[in-house]
């Protein structure tokens, strides 16, 4: 397979171009022939004009790549190694939402043949792969895994936001339904991963480690959530005592904050949902979520205490809120955690405005029935500082008293000004 796919005798197939497949598909698109396929024909009509939708991407990223963009699932007919990036969302009841990666299953199923692949980089719980999309393959093309075709997983490790860690640059686990499916996948992987793969044993154990890998983040950010919560009870900085223990060589300086995405604040649950499957109700794991679930609803009553403390009465103000998407310098705002946070002010009957020089406004409106202000007005009552945008970093205290009322009021969830605020100024509230 490896030696078709470089010498263009086959191709490949990237089903999914979001933040994770499309830059997949470019990369692959240097080596080899490559047809990247999405089902929204709007999309796919930007990447033909070398626009990423996703706004991570320049138009020189599309240049002298060998990659063809289509919205017809009947060209997938003519691709020999697949790549599902589709994504893996959970419902508003926090269970699994596999209609997608199932879905994409069913596409490939109808234009699988004998001696292909297919390989799943969604993030998935363990056994996903070979208990529930092999099946669909199989039984809609009639071929065997194994025998006439082979599966593989790879996770993506696709951090939005971030340009030195991109995906050429991290090494890619690997693995494969047997020897041989894996050595060629890896070998496919390899032309595009600068540091190289690891051979994972198992599909299952590729699986695993990618789904931990989110989780552990998300313990640790709930563990440093749970910290802020007493510390504000004790009247102390969090930064400050971070800060200070910082200065043992073991003490790792995870900040608290709102935890949203499509990874950290999603991957948990598939865990929890397959080891509640297998007849294990996770302790740990749940109670961190619990923790970082809670985070919206405790910083808005933080900031209506201050309000309050002020006589500032919460139904007779306003509230600027700073960002809206799920972290800084990206357009994504998948599972924000801010729309939390504006929602759990409006039941304090607040009136907020939010901006974010980065979200796209139909969007925010779409998923969370919000609406952004184009630009910062005046006399807020109180300001949060949600998301640490580079446009906002350079924001001093002079600027944020001139469009506040008295008592300024500012609620830095980020700590993006710790140390740069004098209280003697204004009142400032951080996590």
Not at 112 to 122: A, N, T
Not at 382 to 411: G, Q, R
């Amino acid at each position: 397979m490896y030696q078709d796919l470089l010498d263009k005798k086959k191709t490949i197939a990237v089903v999914g171009l979001g933040y994770v497949g499309l830059p997949i598909a470019l990369e692959f698109g240097k080596h080899f022939k490559v047809i990247g396929y999405d089902i929204k024909e709007d999309r796919v009509e930007m990447m033909r004009n070398n626009i990423d939708p996703s706004k991570e991407l320049e138009a020189s990223a599309f240049d002298r790549k060998d990659i063809t963009f289509t919205a017809d699932p009947e060209d997938l007919r003519s691709a020999h190694f697949f790549v599902v990036a589709v994504p893996t969302p959970v419902d508003g009841h926090k269970v699994p939402n596999l209609n997608p990666v199932l879905g994409a299953s069913k596409a490939l199923g109808k234009v699988l043949k004998k001696g292909d692949y297919v390989i799943y980089e969604s993030t998935v719980y363990p056994g996903c792969t070979e208990e529930d999309c092999v099946p669909i393959l199989e039984e809609l093309s009639g071929l065997k895994v194994g025998e006439d075709f082979k599966v593989g997983y790879s996770p993506e490790r696709i951090n939005p936001g971030d340009k030195k860690n991109t995906i050429a640059n991290i090494i890619k686990i690997v693995s494969g339904c047997d020897e041989e499916s894996l050595d060629e996948i890896a070998k496919v992987y390899e032309k595009i991963i600068i540091p190289g793969v690891y051979r994972a044993e198992t599909i299952k154990v590729a699986e695993a480690a990618k789904v931990i890998e989110n989780t552990q983040r998300d313990l640790n950010i709930s563990f440093v959530n749970e910290l802020a919560i007493i510390f504000s009870k004790m009247g102390i900085n969090t930064q400050d005592v971070i800060n200070a223990a910082g200065t043992k060589w073991n003490f790792i300086k995870y900040r608290p904050g709102l935890v949203g995405g499509h990874c950290i604040g999603v991957d948990p649950y598939y865990l929890t949902y397959k080891s509640k499957q297998l007849g294990y109700d996770p302790q740990v794991i749940l109670s961190g979520r619990r923790i970082n679930d809670s985070m919206p609803n405790f910083v808005a009553s933080k900031t209506v205490q201050h309000m309050i403390k002020e006589g500032k009465d919460p139904k007779d103000t306003k509230v600027l809120v700073m960002g809206i998407t799920f972290k800084e310098n990206v357009s994504d705002i998948r599972n924000s955690k801010v729309a939390d946070l504006v929602h759990e002010l409006a039941q304090f009957s607040v009136t907020v405005e939010i901006h974010d020089p980065h979200a796209n406004t139909d969007e925010v409106n779409h998923e969370y029935s919000l609406n952004l202000v184009a630009e910062i007005g005046k006399d807020y009552d109180a300001i949060i500082a949600a998301v640490n945008h580079e446009e906002y970093l350079k924001l001093d205290a002079d600027y944020f008293k001139s469009i506040m009322t008295d008592p300024p009021i500012l609620v830095d969830i980020k700590s993006m000004y710790y140390k740069r605020i004098n209280t003697d100024e204004m009142i400032y509230w951080s996590l």
